[in-house]
């Protein structure tokens, strides 16, 4: 059915749109002290312009996932282009806070889009081992993209640029998705069942998506909580915070390219558990040390974060399998959407500690410093919860019987 499709188009398209998530993600995380700096801006509304970006992703990927089979691919990412195009071009000409808002949540439709087009259009143009393979090499570069990102915005922060053009920058990925993706033939469905939309929410009211689903907000937030504000929470702490940036997602990009020898010694669970310790293990030495030693932190978190997001979604697909395409971009939409809830909250507890802190007497970057500490310790409420359920799947799913060799090979992207 799609052997004319340019699969190589398709799929370095479906790369470049995914760069370009990335870049908002990234360059925006190293331009946030600018924006606050230049628009009169508190933690909290910094927070929410965070949460726009985390908000739009999960509305675009839900409702994608929903029409996917009647509206398109192709289409699907025609929408993606133009909310990518608009929110970097609002987010550069912006003029504060409301018009910040606004191009950020554009940005976060665009990037929803793409995820919800770009997953199941690979997975309908290879299949097997093929497409488990192609599915991990497309999610690598998220972490890839973070990593390029970060280093493009230390250095033109370094020389001297301002933010709206590291801004600029993130249209460079935009475009090339945009040309390789013109005129080209998308793929069909290969998976008849997929549009049956009452077995697919008949399959989420199962217990173990229900626990997935919870899960999945703590996983999100645990991973995307210290990085999104790591350019204001580390910015005293003796490290370069973009580096830290770079350095978490290029670990995270190389785990996720040889995931599969992981994730077939541990199974999905055992993932889970071990990558809850270690985030937790890591978000408290980022509250705690100071110095080349932060450097050694991010190492543990990024092996912590490392396989959450690929390995939730594999669960889904591995032991909800009938939830299809559509549980899959609800479980990473719960992801976003807790994530942009937790913005202003992290914005407000970065407020409330540089108060505390300077009422103590506190000034310049041992304010600074405390205040982030502060910040990260309440952090670290999140993957000690996730250390407790994933224990409890742990022994839950080890009796299960539905666990198969499947596991040993399941989607890690």
């Not at 299949?127 to 973070?146: A, C, D, Y």
């Not at 945009?178 to 939309?197: C, D, H, M, N, R």
Request: overall charge positive; some cysteine.
């Amino acid at each position: 059915m799609n052997e004319n499709i340019n699969k190589s188009a398709l799929f370095n398209g479906s790369c470049f749109a995914l760069i370009t998530t990335a870049f908002t993600f990234s360059i925006r995380a190293g331009i946030l002290p600018q924006l606050g700096e230049q628009f009169g801006l508190s933690a909290e509304q910094l927070g929410f312009i965070n949460s726009m970006w985390f908000l739009g992703f999960p509305i675009a990927m839900i409702i994608g996932g929903l029409v996917y089979h009647t509206f398109g691919p192709k289409r699907i990412m025609l929408v993606a282009l133009v909310c990518h195009t608009l929110g970097i071009l609002l987010t550069i000409f912006a003029g504060g806070y409301s018009t910040l808002l606004i191009s950020t949540l554009f940005i976060g439709i665009g990037n929803g889009c793409t995820e919800a087009a770009c997953n199941p259009m690979i997975a309908d143009m290879y299949s097997g081992v093929k497409m488990q393979k192609m599915l991990s090499r497309f999610h690598m570069w998220f972490p890839g993209g973070i990593l390029i990102g970060s280093l493009i915005s230390l250095a033109m922060t370094k020389l001297g640029f301002g933010w709206q053009a590291q801004m600029w920058v993130t249209l460079i990925p935009t475009v090339i998705y945009a040309v390789l993706f013109f005129g080209k033939t998308f793929p069909k469905s290969q998976i008849e069942e997929a549009t049956s939309l009452a077995n697919n929410f008949k399959a989420m009211l199962s217990p173990v998506f229900i626990f997935l689903f919870f899960a999945m907000a703590l996983t999100a937030i645990s991973e995307f909580g210290p990085n999104q504000w790591v350019s204001i929470i580390l910015v005293a702490s003796g490290a370069e915070p973009l580096l830290i940036l770079a350095l978490t997602f290029g670990i995270a990009a190389i785990g996720r390219y040889f995931a599969g020898p992981i994730v077939a010694a541990l199974g999905q669970t055992g993932v889970l558990l071990g990558g809850a310790i270690l985030t937790a293990i890591g978000i408290y030495l980022f509250s705690t040390v100071t110095g080349p030693a932060v450097y050694f932190a991010a190492i543990i978190f990024a092996l912590g974060i490392c396989y959450f997001w690929p390995v939730m979604i594999g669960s889904v697909a591995h032991r909800v399998p009938k939830s299809s395409a559509l549980g899959m971009s609800v479980v990473g939409g719960v992801g976003m959407f807790s994530t942009a809830i937790f913005q202003p909250i992290i914005g407000g507890w970065i407020d409330s500690a540089r108060v505390a802190n300077s009422s103590k007497g506190l000034t310049a970057d041992a304010l600074e410093l405390a205040t982030g500490q502060d910040t990260l310790m309440k952090m670290l409420t999140f993957p000690i919860i996730l250390i407790v359920l994933f224990t409890i799947f742990f022994f839950w799913q080890k009796s299960s019987k539905r666990i198969t060799e499947s596991e040993m090979t399941m989607a890690v992207h």
